[in-house]
């Protein structure tokens, strides 16, 4: 069991900014389509809730993963 756990916290620090990215990106797409949208419903991203949080989550996730975080290398 603490394998899996280290594992998995390795998996997090090693993309820490892109989940942080994916997050953001998901919530600001949401608020994107809450107070900007698309009436019409001819916008084939803002005019659902589900595709522009998606729409979003993989722009933040695809920005922040470009950050890179110092590794100390001796």
Known sequence: MNGEKSKI???VNTYKWTIIGAVA???GGY???Y???CASG???ITSSPVNS???G???GGLL???IKSPTNKK
Do not use: E, K, P
């Open 9 to 11: 916290v390795q998996l």
């Open 64 to 66: 922040f993963s470009m």
């Open 31 to 33: 608020l994107y389509y």
């Open 42 to 44: 001819t916008c084939a």
């Open 25 to 27: 990106g998901a919530l």
């Open 53 to 55: 949080t998606l729409y």
């Open 35 to 37: 107070f900007v949208g």
């Open 57 to 59: 989550t993989l722009m």
